[in-house]
């Protein structure tokens, strides 16, 4: 029976590793193999040479490590995933009039924007009483998350 070194049976490792990494990366649409099949690439020479397997893992580590340092952050910038607006972003800075009495310690509020009824909380933890004219900063979840609009007095004057 032909028995072969464990050591020639190295790059085909790194090389199916490889392989595999890069289905990996082409079947998913997110950045998430490709820098480690580049590693498994790089650590075929290391095993042709016949560095023993934690040279060839480190050099696997040390390139996936580089390039993923590299490259990611460039990557990303390119790749930017346009974030779609839904029409609930539409109430993002509109003023709403609270319905219910907002309190964040007790879980409970609402506020009418654009015709619409709202779960709501405040921004920085304050109490808002019914009635109160309030601004939506940004939507949490289901909930809006609002503050409260500042009321300005009539001069003298009017």
Known sequence: ??????????????????????????????????????????????????????????????????????????????LRVKQERTNADRVIGQTGIVVQQIDNDRAQGRVAVMGLDWSARTQNGEVLAEGARVTVLEIDGVKLIVKQQETTQPSEEE
């Open 1 to 78: 029976m032909l028995r072969i070194p464990a050591q020639d049976l190295y790059p085909i490792f790194w090389l199916i590793l490889g392989i595999i990494l890069a289905i990996i990366e082409a079947a998913t649409v997110q950045l998430v193999a490709i820098w480690f099949s580049l590693g498994a690439v790089a650590a075929i020479i290391p095993a042709l040479m016949g560095a023993p397997i934690w040279v060839q893992f480190l050099v696997f580590v040390a390139v996936s490590a580089a390039s993923m340092l590299c490259t990611r952050p460039f990557v990303k910038r390119c």
